[in-house]
C-alpha cells in the first residue's frame, strides 16, 4: 500500500516557539519523492521541499528545516522560531515511481495555528 | 510569468446537474493534474492530461472526465452531481508527466451541491 499518515490533526504553539510536524509514509518503492506544502486559507499548495529517496540528508531553508529518516520512514518538518505567518494547513506528500506518472499521495494535513 | 489559473472560483450546484472546472496551466508546462480536496482531508488525485490524452487515473468514478486542449489548459467536468462532490478542485501543472516533475497548484475552484 501507498500511504502518508499525519497522526497530528492539529497543533497550536505561541509564536517563537518552535513546532515540528510529523510525517510516516509507506511505500514498496525503492525511487520515490517526499514533498511538504503549505496551505494558506485562500486554498493554494505552496510547494516548500521535494526529496527523493536516495537523499537522506537532512535540509535546512531559513527557519525551515526537515529530518528525512528512511530506516522509520519518516520525513518529519520543523519550524523554528514560529510566527503568525506560519499558521496555516501543511501537507505531506509521496509520489512513488511505481506510480507512473506524477500521482501526488497526499497524507490528511497538519494545522498549525501560531498565537501572537 | 502567469501561474496555475483556475476558473471559477467558486461555483454553486445542485445534486443531479453538471459542472465543467477550467484549468490554465503555467507558462512553460504542459500536463496538467486534477486533485479534489474533501473538507479536512488531503487532495486526492484524480487523473493527469499530457498530449491531450488521460494519462493516468485514480480511484474516481466515470462521471468525472476530462479534456486536454492544445493550448494545454484543460477542463474538468463532473456528471450527476452527488452531496458528496462538495469540495475544493485544485489544478496542478507540470513540465512533462514524469513523476520527477515538481507541480505547481493552482488556488481551487471551490465546489458547493445543495
Known amino acids: 500500500a501507498q500511504k502518508v499518515t499525519q497522526a497530528q490533526t492539529e497543533i497550536s504553539v505561541v509564536e517563537k516557539e518552535d513546532v515540528t510536524l510529523d510525517c510516516v509514509y509507506e511505500?514498496?518503492?525503492?525511487?520515490?519523492?517526499l514533498f511538504w506544502y503549505k496551505q494558506p486559507p485562500s486554498g493554494e499548495l505552496v510547494f516548500l521541499i521535494r526529496r527523493n529517496s536516495f537523499d537522506e540528508q537532512n535540509e535546512i531553508s531559513g527557519r525551515y528545516s526537515w529530518n528525512f529518516q528512511k530506516s522509520t520512514s519518516s520525513f518529519n518538518f520543523t519550524i523554528t522560531a514560529s510566527q503568525v505567518v506560519d499558521s496555516a494547513v501543511y501537507f505531506c506528500a509521496l509520489n512513488p515511481f511505481s506510480g507512473g506518472y506524477n500521482k501526488l499521495i497526499f497524507g490528511a494535513g497538519t494545522r498549525l495555528a501560531v498565537h501572537p | 510569468d502567469a501561474g496555475v489559473t483556475q476558473s471559477p472560483t467558486h461555483l454553486i450546484k445542485t445534486r443531479g446537474q453538471q459542472v465543467t472546472l477550467r484549468c490554465s496551466p503555467k507558462s512553460g508546462h504542459d500536463t496538467v493534474s486534477w486533485y479534489q480536496q474533501a473538507l479536512g482531508q488531503g487532495p486526492q488525485f484524480i487523473f493527469q492530461?499530457?498530449?491531450?490524452?488521460?494519462?493516468q487515473r485514480g480511484n474516481f468514478p466515470d462521471r468525472f472526465s476530462g479534456h486536454q486542449f492544445p493550448n494545454y489548459s484543460s477542463e474538468l467536468n463532473v456528471n450527476a452531481l452527488l452531496l458528496g462532490d462538495s469540495a475544493l478542485y485544485l489544478c496542478a501543472s507540470s513540465f512533462r508527466p514524469g513523476f520527477n516533475q515538481p507541480q505547481h497548484f493552482g488556488d481551487g475552484t471551490r465546489l458547493s451541491i445543495l
Open positions: 511505500t514498496r518503492d525503492t525511487t520515490y519523492y
Open positions: 492530461y499530457y498530449e491531450e490524452e488521460e494519462r
